[in-house]
């Protein structure tokens, strides 16, 4: 069945991802993006609405015309570091955003959204893996405006029968298999792309801490590769529009992986060094974050495609070594 999907951030990394597996399966796609993070070389023509997240009236009229089923919405800043020195543009976008969002789809009568939320909800956990029935304790402005967003999806139920899914992404990575899309931040911040960069440039990455309490030292996360990641939202979706209630799931493999085993994986990948310092602790990484993500499976089926390590950093590689060298920082 063809359905018609507004997503939201369409232009970012994750929401580019998804567009393309959800154009692949025959679904009619409208991508609202003010470009402020994403790139519209990741939208393809004729699918990109420029247009703010607090443009409450404008969003609605979208919806009015372009009738959608579901709105993904992943538009939202997602450096944690920068959300501790600028709180309040945090909050600002990414719950001010979102609450604009909700209340165009209520004006419209759009009845389902896919919640782009993360593993930062949990803080840092007592033990692993994450279960999503922990505690949620965000210890930075940007896990904190995730969970109230799903906050508001909760009481968006109760009133206004809006039914939502959040998605509590654990570490995205990997990118498409074709090699067309991939991370692209600015600044990067994130694992895989640094090292990569480190790869080409030949300037060594920094590798925050090596007296974590785990086998070498270094922290353990889940890395998820972005194609699974976007399968999720799609079957997030058809279970909404099956009837499916309101809930929140984890988005990971289960299994977690070391700073330096990537480092190796890394180099194995490329046949190159990975020119590496080691650094202080950086604050505020949890030591350890691996998802039970077996909810996702039971409820929506979910099977990862790519969950060997090695061909999440092949996805990334390829992309990655296309790059022109004098655009990286
Ligand atoms: N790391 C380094 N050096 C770097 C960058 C990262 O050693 O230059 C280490 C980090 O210390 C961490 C691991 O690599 O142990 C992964 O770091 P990332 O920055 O790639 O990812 P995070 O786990 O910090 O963040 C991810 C998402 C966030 C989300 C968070 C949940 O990117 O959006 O998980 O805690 F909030």
């Given at each position: 069945?063809?359905?018609?999907?507004l997503?939201?951030?369409?232009?970012?990394?994750?929401?580019?991802h998804?567009v393309r597996l959800?154009?692949?399966?025959?679904?009619?796609v409208t991508?609202?993006?003010n470009?402020?993070?994403?790139?519209?070389?990741n939208?393809?023509?004729?699918?990109?609405?420029?247009?703010d997240?607090?443009?409450?009236?404008?969003?609605a009229?979208?919806m009015?015309?372009k009738?959608?089923?579901?709105?993904?919405?992943?538009?939202?800043?997602?450096a944690v570091?920068?959300?501790?020195r600028?709180?309040?543009r945090?909050?600002?976008?990414?719950?001010?955003?979102?609450?604009?969002?909700l209340t165009?789809m209520?004006?419209?009568?759009?009845?389902?959204?896919?919640f782009?939320s993360?593993?930062a909800?949990?803080?840092?956990?007592?033990t692993?893996?994450?279960?999503?029935?922990?505690?949620?304790q965000p210890?930075?402005p940007?896990?904190?405006?995730?969970?109230?967003v799903?906050?508001?999806?909760?009481w968006?139920d109760?009133i206004?029968?809006?039914?939502?899914?959040?998605?509590?992404?654990?570490?995205?990575s990997?990118?498409?298999p074709?090699?067309?899309?991939?991370e692209?931040?600015e600044?990067?911040?994130h694992?895989?792309?640094?090292l990569l960069r480190?790869?080409?440039?030949?300037?060594?990455?920094?590798?925050f801490?090596?007296?974590?309490?785990t086998?070498?030292?270094?922290?353990?996360?889940d890395?998820i590769?972005?194609?699974?990641?976007?399968?999720a939202?799609?079957?997030?979706?058809?279970?909404l529009l099956?009837?499916g209630?309101?809930?929140?799931?984890?988005?990971?493999?289960g299994?977690?992986?070391t700073?330096?085993?990537m480092?190796?994986?890394v180099?194995e990948?490329?046949?190159?060094k990975v020119?590496?310092?080691?650094?202080?602790?950086?604050e505020?990484?949890?030591l350890?974050l691996v998802?039970a993500?077996?909810?996702?499976?039971t409820k929506?089926?979910w099977?990862p495609?790519?969950?060997?390590l090695r061909t999440?950093?092949?996805?990334?590689?390829?992309?990655?070594?296309?790059?022109?060298?004098?655009?990286?920082?």
């Open positions: 069945m063809s359905l018609r999907i997503v939201t951030g369409g232009a970012g990394y994750i929401g580019a998804t959800l154009l692949e399966q025959g679904h009619d991508v609202v993006d470009l402020s993070k994403g790139y519209r070389h939208v393809p023509a004729g699918r990109l609405d420029v247009l997240l607090a443009d409450t009236g404008a969003l009229q979208l009015r015309e009738r959608p089923e579901a709105v993904i919405h992943f538009a939202g800043f997602i570091g920068e959300s501790m600028e709180p309040e945090y909050f600002a976008n990414n719950v001010g955003g979102s609450l604009s969002l165009a209520v004006q419209a009568s759009v009845k389902h959204v896919v782009s993360t593993a909800v949990y803080g840092n956990p007592h692993n893996p994450i279960l999503e029935t922990f505690p949620i210890v930075s940007y896990g904190e405006s995730k969970v109230m799903e906050t508001l999806l909760g968006f109760q206004h029968q809006l039914t939502s899914v959040s998605l509590r992404y654990f570490n995205a990997g990118a498409d074709a090699g067309q899309l991939g692209e931040h600044p990067e911040t694992l895989l792309p640094l480190a790869v080409i440039t030949g300037s060594p990455i920094t590798v801490g090596d007296d974590y309490d086998p070498d030292g270094t922290c353990i996360r890395y590769h972005v194609n699974d990641l976007a399968q939202h799609i079957l997030a979706v058809e279970y099956g009837g209630a309101t809930d929140r799931f984890n988005v990971g493999t299994t977690g992986h700073v330096m085993e480092i190796r994986v180099e990948v490329t046949g190159k020119p590496y310092v080691t650094g202080p602790r950086r505020g990484d949890p350890s998802a993500a077996g909810k996702l499976r929506l089926g099977r495609q790519y969950t060997d999440i950093v092949e996805h990334a590689w390829n992309f990655a070594k296309t790059r022109p060298i004098e655009s990286l920082p």
